[in-house]
C-alpha cells in the first residue's frame, strides 16, 4: 500500500496510428531534432527504410546512422548503441520493430541509461504495450528478465503504421493481446489494493488510467477475434486498428498509470522456465496470458469471468496450458521464487501476500483448466 494521496498518469507526447503513418515523423521534427539515429530490426527497418528516407528528406533530416539488426534489449546492446549514437552527435532516436526494439531504442535515448535525447518508436508489430510507456525491461544474455529500467520522460512520438503492422503475422499481433489482457487485472488490483502505478515518480492510479484498461479489456474480447482474422488477411480493418491501438497504447497507458500486478510478476518468473527458449519459443505476451489466468484464480475471480478470459485464449491462440510455454511442473518453485521476491517492483501489487506456494498452486490450476476447456474447444 503507498501511504501518498497523489494520483499521477502519463502518456506519449504524440500518438499516430493508421496506414502511411511512417511519413508522419517529418513534420513533427520540432519535438526531435535535425540528426537521427535508427536502430532496429533488419525487416522491420527494411519495410520503412524508403518512406523514413523520403520523409527525412523532404523535413531536412539527417539521418547519422542506421543499425539494423539489433534484437534484445541488454545491458551491453543499450551501451554499444547509446557510444555510437554519442560518436554520431545524434539528436534523436528512432526505434523500428517490436517490443524489445521498443525498450532497447528508449533506454538508449533515455537520460538515466543513455544520450537523454529525445525519441520517435515506429512500432512495426503490435505485439507488446512498450511503445508508449516510460520503461523497459531489460534481459541478459540467456533472455532472463535481469531488472526494469523506469525513465522520467515518455516517448515524444510513438508511431503505429498499420499498413506495416498489417503485414507482421497474425501470431505478433495475438501476443500483443496476451500483453493486453492482463492490463485490466493488473490496474484493478493496483486500484484495489492502494498500489503505487509503474511510473518512476508514480503514484496512486488515476481512475482514468483504471477504466482505460477496462476498456483495453473490452476491446480485446469485442475485435480480438475479427483483428486476428483481418490480420491473416493483410486487412486494415476498424477492428484490426482498435486492437492495434489496445495493445499499443490502451495497455500501454493502462498497465503504466493504472500499474502492474501479479500477471506480470509471474510471467518474469516464468521467463526462467527452461523450456521456454525451445521452439516454438512463447513470446512476452504468451507468458502474460498464463500469468492473467492464474492472476485470476488467486483472486478468486468469479467463474463466468475466468471461462470468458480461457474462451478468449483458446480462440485467438493464446497459450492456456504450461505446456504451451514450455514449463513444468517441476520448474515452478524456482521460477516462482524469482516472482515473489521480497524486492520485486510490481508482482506484490495484489491485495493478498504473494508467495510461492500460492502462485505454484495458481499455476497448477491455469494447467488443469486450460486443459479441460481445450478438450471442450476441440469438440465443438
Ligand atoms: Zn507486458
Redesign the pocket.
Known amino acids: 500500500m503507498l501511504k501518498t494521496r497523489v494520483k499521477v498518469m502519463a502518456a506519449p507526447n504524440r500518438y499516430i496510428i493508421g496506414p502511411g503513418a511512417v511519413k508522419e515523423l517529418g513534420r513533427r521534427k520540432m519535438l526531435l531534432g535535425k540528426k537521427a539515429f535508427v536502430l532496429g530490426g533488419t525487416r522491420s527497418i527494411e519495410s520503412v527504410e524508403k518512406e523514413m528516407k523520403e520523409d527525412f528528406q523532404e523535413h531536412g533530416i539527417e539521418l547519422v546512422h542506421m543499425e539494423k539488426g539489433v534484437r534484445y534489449c541488454t545491458a551491453r546492446e543499450i551501451n554499444r548503441l547509446a557510444d555510437m549514437a554519442r560518436a554520431k552527435q545524434a539528436d534523436f532516436i528512432v526505434g523500428v520493430g517490436g517490443g524489445s526494439i521498443m525498450d532497447l531504442a528508449k533506454a538508449v535515448a533515455s537520460a538515466e541509461y543513455g544520450i537523454g535525447k529525445p525519441i520517435a518508436l515506429i512500432n512495426t508489430i503490435p505485439s ?2 512498450a511503445p508508449c510507456s516510460a520503461l523497459s525491461v531489460q534481459y541478459d544474455e540467456k533472455h532472463v528478465v535481469e531488472k526494469v529500467l523506469f525513465y522520467y520522460r515518455s516517448p515524444d512520438i510513438v508511431i503505429v503504421p498499420t499498413d506495416k503492422t498489417v503485414q507482421a503475422p497474425a501470431k505478433w499481433l495475438v501476443a500483443g493481446m496476451g ?1 493486453a489482457l ?1 492490463t485490466r487485472f493488473e490496474a484493478e488490483a493496483c486500484a484495489e489494493s492502494r498500489s503505487g502505478n509503474a511510473l518512476i515518480d508514480g503514484g496512486l492510479p488515476p481512475f482514468t488510467a483504471t477504466r482505460l484498461a477496462q476498456l483495453c479489456y473490452e476491446t480485446l474480447i469485442n475485435y480480438g477475434y475479427h483483428a486476428k482474422l483481418a490480420n491473416e488477411r493483410q486487412a486494415i480493418t476498424e477492428a484490426y486498428e482498435n486492437v492495434a491501438q489496445a495493445n499499443t497504447l490502451l495497455s500501454g497507458l493502462g ?1 503504466e498509470s493504472g500499474g502492474l500486478g501479479a500477471a ?1 510478476g509471474i ?1 518474469d518468473g516464468l521467463t526462467a522456465a527452461p523450456g521456454r527458449m525451445k521452439a516454438p519459443k512463447p513470446e ?2 504468451d507468458l ?1 496470458a498464463i500469468g492473467t489466468i492464474a492472476q485470476l484464480i488467486m483472486e478468486n475471480r468469479p467463474k463466468a469471468l475466468i471461462e470468458e478470459v480461457i474462451n478468449f485464449c483458446l480462440t485467438v491462440g493464446l497459450p492456456v496450458t504450461l505446456e504451451e510455454i514450455g514449463a513444468t511442473f517441476d520448474d515452478l518453485p524456482h521460477c516462482m521464487a524469482i516472482t515473489c521476491n521480497p524486492n520485486h517492483p510490481y508482482a506484490h501489487n495484489e491485495p493478498f501476500p504473494m508467495t510461492v506456494d500460492r502462485c505454484v498452486d495458481a499455476l497448477k490450476a491455469v494447467d488443469a483448466l486450460g486443459r479441460a476447456y481445450r478438450d471442450k474447444f476441440m469438440r465443438r
Open positions: 507488446t504495450d500483453d492482463a498497465f506480470h510471467h512476452h505476451g502474460v
